[in-house]
């Protein structure tokens, strides 16, 4: 006999059990890029009988551990995957090969993996060997999931949020609100999700404090530290009492020369010019998903950044945060200076855009 459905309002249990794949995937947030986030749950008779997921990069796929959890009870069974069982050898062997062998009659799919190397073939391999294979089920939500892994997949580029506070009316603010303070809140997370954080040093010299995910167990992105003087590179050195992930200083040449690096876990990078093209690339190579950029301490560090991006049309999120503040800024208005730069529409553009993904404080 068979329970079909496990859930109380009526939906398939194929959405129920997809549903549950994701919340499995959802548990390596922030460790498994260059890789994405995925679930599996090994279904019998209406009966969870395996469930596993990608811890990281290098480790086992999400289906070999659900498959290992469900022994031979595999056989005959449903598997349900987040995302379109590879067929090739990576850093591990296909797992295409694996449900093959534990004999499971049906696999349900979320979404089609749009790494160039499987796409498809993962179902097709699958159906060439009689399992009968159901794609796109809680599709968008899989794809939600890995939002920054499908894009670097398809442009080669890691996605790109850009995080900022808003004073009410309309200023930049050097601040976080208290329900987003760095030891909690939402700032928290995003630091648990993205992969690196670009932030500028005036942060470290005024805070004395490296920013990390409070989150339990949370892996820490990579700092990217944009610091334009070479010449004061040592105080900023001097600042950073905390390393619990690799941070890279980018910094300008100037015809100085940046000192050399002072502590382990340091790197810096002089380029003639700070630019966003430079920091995506080396984040691409270093086979990162997600990057941050997040606009607090000294505005005028990232000025050429952000206008940068605007350009290139390269920011993918939008992360406002509006503070109930009224403030009458200190000079240079960042806000005045973009206008200045007669990039009037497209200030008027980022406001709009921050509409349907604002988190208000
Ligand atoms: C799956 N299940 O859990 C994951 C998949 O180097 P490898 O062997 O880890 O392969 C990495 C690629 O495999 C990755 O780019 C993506 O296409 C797929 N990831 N596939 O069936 C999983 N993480
Ligand atoms: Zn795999």
Request: with cysteine; aromatic share 8%; proline share 5%.
């Amino acid at each position: 006999f068979e329970v079909q459905c496990a859930s109380s309002d009526g939906e398939s249990g194929d959405e129920f059990y997809m549903r549950r794949c994701v919340e499995l995937a959802r548990k390596a947030i922030g460790y498994t890029s260059p890789n994405p986030l995925v679930g599996c749950v090994i279904v019998k008779n209406g009966i969870v009988v395996g469930e596993g997921f990608h811890p990281k990069a290098g480790r086992p796929h999400a289906e070999v551990f659900a498959l290992r959890d469900a022994g031979d009870l595999a056989q005959n069974a449903t598997a349900y995957v987040s995302l379109e069982p590879c067929n090739h050898f990576g850093r591990t062997p296909p797992c295409t090969e694996a449900l093959i062998k534990a004999k499971v009659k049906k696999v349900v799919v979320g979404m089609v993996d749009p790494n160039p190397i499987v796409a498809f073939k993962g179902v097709e391999r699958l159906r060439d060997a009689g399992i009968e294979v159901v794609v796109g089920v809680e599709e968008e939500l899989c794809k939600s999931l890995n939002e920054p892994y499908i894009h670097r997949m398809l442009t080669g580029k890691p996605f790109l949020s850009l995080r900022y506070s808003l004073s009410a009316n309309g200023n930049f603010l050097n601040l976080l609100g208290n329900g987003a303070a760095d030891c909690g809140g939402y700032y928290s997370r995003l630091l648990q999700e993205y992969d690196a954080v670009v932030m500028s040093s005036s942060f470290f010299t005024e805070n004395f404090k490296v920013p990390a995910s409070q989150e339990p167990g949370a892996n820490q992105p990579i700092r990217i530290v944009i610091h334009k003087d070479p010449s004061s590179l040592n105080q900023v050195l001097s600042s950073i009492n905390d390393i619990t992930s690799k941070i890279i200083i980018f910094t300008e040449n100037k015809a100085r020369t940046a000192p050399e690096v002072a502590q382990q876990g340091i790197e810096t990078v002089a380029l003639d010019q700070i630019n966003l093209d430079v920091i995506l690339d080396y984040c691409n190579r270093q086979g990162l998903c997600s990057v941050l950029l997040d606009i607090r301490g000294s505005f005028s560090e990232f000025e050429v950044l952000v206008m940068e991006a605007m350009e290139k049309n390269y920011i993918n999120k939008f992360i406002t945060e509006i503070l109930p503040v009224w403030n009458k800024r200190t000079e240079p208005d960042p806000l005045q200076t973009l206008k200045s730069l007669e990039q009037g529409m497209k200030v008027l553009n980022l406001k709009s855009k921050t509409s349907d993904q604002s988190v208000i404080i």
